[in-house]
């Protein structure tokens, strides 16, 4: 594997509070210790000697907008030589903190995308959540967005809520619709030791149950014209994450800030979880060389996620082998099953086959 990553990650850990459920590398804004960083991050990606055309830009965290606007306009200059001629730039946002000053900056170096943390669209629920923002906060933040000129704008909601049936589920997903916007993603509530959460004594909901909610944002959002194209992610036609898709297609990328993991060369990096740390300079905390069969794995994991599907030319052009002659007994049983399909020298998972993927993964591993 040679070719130049074509993708770039940036986190920024700073929020304004902390959420009750979040497992992210975050902490709380304190602008003396966001400066620090926004130098060491500045000197993490001068070092990668970037020296060709990037094709997508993600700025992440954390909150990118918890910055205050002196410090977002550093860190959207120091990321404008990388990102002219990007196709996609995208920065994730809070309903709260995306003023109209943030939104000009946004613009004026060129973000092409914004990420809304939505999470539930029920005002109620986001104070349990320990979010800050209104659902009116982000009708009023996407109007701003779209004056400003933003046409491509994405949403996410969290699944499997306290306290959330399926009733207020059905309303939130009216809710993200009657928002017009390009992309919603959906993730299950995971619940991580040491949040609020877990020490509240807050329990995941059943797998069936989850299934049933999937079943449920999937049929509402496909009727609205959205398309299910990643087990998480529905897009209107062509507003697909650009940049997710590298994950998913398991192209490489850089990943700089707090947390922030890379895949370069023949290795997967993974940076300190410690601001302290990283505030010091030492940003690096492993190193792994990807070998011939976890290079496989993750190939075959990542692009069974989306509608793209596992491409049979590819493989054998990355591994030298013939994917379809080498699992024809499982191909044939899933397809049977109606959980895949083979078109145009691609696998591609059908729904079914999405909400089982674990599954199809495990039997193509052990062929
Ligand atoms: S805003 Fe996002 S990153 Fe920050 S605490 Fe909440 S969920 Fe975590």
New binding site residues.
């Given amino acids: 594997m040679t070719n130049k990553p074509s993708a770039l990650y940036i986190h920024i850990p700073f929020?304004e509070?902390?959420?009750n459920y979040?497992d992210?590398p975050?902490l709380q804004f304190f602008a003396a210790l966001a400066d620090q960083y926004l130098i060491r991050l500045k000197e993490e990606l001068t070092a990668l000697q970037i020296d060709h055309s990037l094709k997508t830009i993600y700025i992440g965290?954390?909150?990118p907008t918890a910055l205050n606007d002196e410090e977002f306009e550093i860190l959207l200059k120091m990321v404008w030589p990388y990102a002219q001629g990007v196709q996609e730039y995208s920065v994730e946002a809070?309903p709260e903190s995306l003023s109209e000053e943030k939104l000009l900056l946004l613009k004026k170096y060129g973000v092409n995308r914004i990420s809304l943390?939505v999470e539930s669209t029920d005002d109620r629920i986001l104070k349990i959540l320990n979010r800050r923002h209104t659902f009116k906060n982000v009708q009023e933040a996407i109007a701003n967005a779209r004056e400003i000129g933003f046409d491509n704008i994405s949403v996410d909601l969290i699944l499997g809520l306290p306290q959330v049936d399926k009733q207020m589920l059905l309303k939130d997903i009216q809710n993200l619709i009657s928002l017009n916007v390009e992309h919603i993603s959906c993730y299950s509530l995971t619940i991580h030791p040491h949040t609020k959460f877990y020490l509240d004594g807050i329990q995941e909901v059943s797998d069936d149950y989850t299934r049933e909610l999937y079943d449920l944002i999937a049929q509402e959002l496909k009727k609205a014209g959205f398309i299910h194209y990643e087990v998480s992610n529905w897009a209107k036609p062509g507003r697909f994450s650009e940049h997710n898709l590298t994950y998913w297609k398991d192209n490489q990328y850089y990943g700089i800030g707090l947390g922030a993991s890379a895949f370069k060369g023949k290795y997967r990096y993974k940076n300190t979880n410690s601001i302290t740390e990283y505030n010091a300079g030492r940003f690096l905390k492993s190193k792994e060389l990807v070998t011939y069969d976890d290079d496989k794995t993750y190939y075959i994991m990542l692009s069974l996620r989306t509608i793209f599907g596992l491409s049979f030319d590819e493989y054998e052009k990355r591994f030298g082998e013939d994917f379809e002659k080498n699992h024809k007994e499982s191909i044939a049983r899933f397809v049977k099953e109606g959980l895949l399909k083979v078109e145009n020298r691609h696998l591609i998972p059908t729904y079914e086959g999405m909400m089982i993927l674990d599954t199809i993964i495990v039997q193509f591993m052990s062929d």
């Fill in positions: 929020c509070h902390i959420c979040c992210f975050k965290g954390g909150t809070n943390g």
